[in-house]
């Protein structure tokens, strides 16, 4: 139960397996990260000089554009 060549874990591929069959995500792969990025103008000490960033998993990212893709009609 370990990772192949193509460095991929079971567990990843069995969850996308069952995301294909339940249309449902895992609840922990629609959860982010938010961090403050500085915006490079002003002083570091004023909040107003970050903008928020969401991190989100990779696997979310690409099951979104899939969903997306397939509602426009658009396969890639």
Known sequence: K???PDCLHPK???GVKRIMQSGSMPADW???TIVPIY???GS???PCNYRPVSLTPVLSKVFER???D???GQQR
Do not use: I, Y
């Open 39 to 41: 915006k490079k103008n």
């Open 2 to 4: 370990s990772p192949g």
């Open 44 to 46: 570091k000490q004023d």
């Open 30 to 32: 629609k959860e982010a």
């Open 70 to 72: 397939r509602a426009l």
């Open 12 to 14: 990843v591929l069995h």
């Open 66 to 68: 899939m969903l997306r």
